[in-house]
């Protein structure tokens, strides 16, 4: 069985730093494309950040660019996204996805953390 599931996520002040976890098993952890995504209250879908397979690139939204980190553990089949400087408008749900193309496309979805960023 397929799992992704998320951690780390919480209430923090404007300013503050949040490192959220993703935890996989079921499925070839190494061989996937992992990405974060979120969706604030009232919006639709934003993709924050992507590292590939190798974990040797990584992509972020200009919204999180400089403030965010994501990195894997491919020992503990885990990505990560370190977030600091964060910011109100960086309220909303997280969610881990890993994605592979070739040679069938695979999709998967964790649960979501909830961010909130308030004073």
């Known amino acids: 069985e397929v799992q992704l599931v998320e951690s780390g996520g919480g209430l923090v002040q404007p300013g503050g730093s949040l490192r959220l976890s993703c935890a996989a098993s079921?499925?070839?952890?190494?061989?996937?494309?992992m990405s974060w995504v979120r969706q604030a209250p009232g919006k639709g879908p934003e993709w924050v950040s992507a590292?590939?397979?190798?974990?040797?690139?990584?992509y972020y939204a200009d919204s999180v660019k400089g403030r965010f980190t994501i990195s894997t553990d491919n020992a503990k089949n885990a990505v990560y996204l370190q977030m600091n400087s964060l910011k109100p408008e960086d309220t909303a749900v997280y969610y881990c996805?890993?994605?592979?193309?070739?040679?069938?496309?695979?999709?998967?979805w964790g649960q979501g953390t909830q961010v909130t960023v308030s004073s």
């Open positions: 079921g499925f070839t952890f190494g061989s996937y494309d």
């Open positions: 590292i590939n397979s190798g974990g040797g690139t990584t």
């Open positions: 996805n890993a994605q592979v193309l070739i040679p069938t496309v695979h999709d998967y």
